[in-house]
């Protein structure tokens, strides 16, 4: 039987990669564990308890209805990082501005972190996978004063780690620091993050394309091309179609893309012309995560990590997964 690998384990002999950090990334990258195990309890029981399902009566900054669970993920994440010390301010989709921690404590961390806490959240009531999504910058202000919002506002390129966490039929911590990607499964008689999947490779091409097909008439008449000529016509040598399949959380159809290869799409549209999904807590880390693992995330006509953000919760148009895919599926905007 192979030897066990626990994600602290693991985080602990990688830190030789980061000969300028004395050990505040892994302490950071293990707090985000324990913080996600914590979320990963609440999911798993959020039927079971009265004040964990459904609406928190409240509605964020994207006009999106928070979910309870939304809320409470968010918090969880938020007091892990505050007590942590790594972390000197944080920006969420669950907060309208982001937050600097005030405490002198804080002021001291070196890092700053970008997170979606509980992605995919209309799918909690229906027992659909969701997710958490984080991105971690250094700090461009100075340690021992409050975070800015220069901080967040970072191109993906600079970022220092990225992961995501998919509360599926087993849940799984998935990040990189920018030497490879690899995947944790938590064994809960155990209660440890543990290496299922070192060294992920997204391959280079694949046969499912994930994207909300209700919008094929309001995107990019390209897009509907691609999909109609490459995804659902049975191609020379292939006994099928592609398959299409939409999962509705991101990051479980971004993992599903990881393993098995696929591309995700969400466009600009008339109704949502910068696109849905969000730069700099949901777009970039994943970018991240893809391009270390052989894939490509981009715009449609830019690398997602080479924009420099204009706002703290600005949208872009996402296409990520498989190379070749994402690569064919860029010729027909370019038609
Ligand atoms: P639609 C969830 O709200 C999310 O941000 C992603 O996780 C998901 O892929 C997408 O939006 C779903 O959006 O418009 O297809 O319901």
Redesign the pocket.
């Known amino acids: 039987m192979s030897k066990v690998t626990t994600l602290h384990e693991f985080i602990m002999d990688r830190q030789a990669d980061f000969p300028y950090a004395s050990g505040e990334l892994s302490r950071l990258l293990t707090d985000i564990a324990v913080a996600s195990k914590v979320v990963s309890k609440d999911v798993r029981r959020a039927g079971l308890l009265d004040n964990f399902l459904g609406a928190h009566g409240s509605t964020n900054i994207q006009g999106?209805e928070q979910q309870k669970l939304d809320v409470i993920a968010d918090n969880q994440f938020i007091n892990m990082f505050k007590t942590g010390g790594e972390v000197c301010g944080i920006a969420s989709e669950e907060n309208d501005d982001f937050m600097p921690f005030e405490s002198e404590f804080s002021k001291n961390g070196k890092y700053v972190v970008l997170f979606?806490p509980l992605?995919?959240?209309?799918n909690i009531d229906v027992n659909v996978s969701i997710?958490t999504i984080f991105s971690i910058f250094r700090r461009q202000s100075e340690v021992g004063t409050s975070a800015t919002l220069e901080d967040m506002m970072q191109s993906g390129a600079k970022q220092i780690a990225a992961g995501y966490v998919l509360y599926g039929s087993s849940t799984m911590l998935v990040y990189t620091t920018g030497k490879g990607v690899n995947g944790f499964t938590l064994d809960p008689y155990i209660g440890e993050f543990c290496l299922s999947h070192p060294d992920m490779r997204m391959p280079e091409m694949g046969r499912i394309y994930?994207m909300?097909e209700?919008?094929v008439n309001i995107c990019d008449p390209g897009i509907k091309e691609y999909i109609e000529e490459k995804c659902q016509t049975i191609l020379e040598g292939a006994p099928r179609p592609y398959s299409g399949r939409?999962?509705?959380?991101?990051?479980a159809?971004f993992h599903r893309n990881m393993i098995k290869g696929g591309i995700?799409i969400?466009p600009s549209t008339t109704v949502d012309p910068e696109g849905?999904?969000r730069l700099l807590y949901?777009c970039n880390p994943l970018a991240f995560i893809a391009e270390q693992a052989g894939g490509i995330a981009t715009t449609g006509h830019e690398r997602i990590m080479d924009i420099e953000p204009s706002r703290l919760h600005q949208r872009v148009p996402y296409f990520v997964g498989s190379k070749k895919m994402v690569e064919q599926a860029m010729e027909y905007l370019k038609g």
């Open positions: 999106e979606d992605d995919g959240s209309s997710g994930a909300n209700g919008n939409y999962i509705g959380s991101l990051v159809d995700y969400y849905k999904l949901e």
